[in-house]
């Protein structure tokens, strides 16, 4: 069995002006005979004022427990 759970930073888009990121947890299982997946959106980063933002769509991810999960 493979398996993954990571967060990833999606493609940049433009949206209402700005150009913003999108941040996706990943996780998948793949076993002998089939597998499942999902991809979860946690938030987005955008750049405004010379400073970069961090908007979680969810309070459980922060920017503290999104950067831990990129560093793994």
């Known amino acids: 069995m493979k398996a993954l759970d990571a967060v990833r930073f999606g493609e940049p888009v433009e949206a209402a002006g700005r ?14 005979v089939g597998g499942s997946g999902s991809v979860e959106p946690l938030g987005l980063i ?5 400073s970069v933002h961090y ?9 503290e427990e999104v950067a831990a999960r990129l560093d793994e």
């Open 19 to 32: 150009v913003v990121t999108p941040v996706i947890r990943v996780r998948y299982a793949v076993t002998g």
């Open 46 to 50: 955008f750049r405004e004022d010379e």
């Open 55 to 63: 908007y979680p769509f969810s309070p459980g991810w922060g920017w």
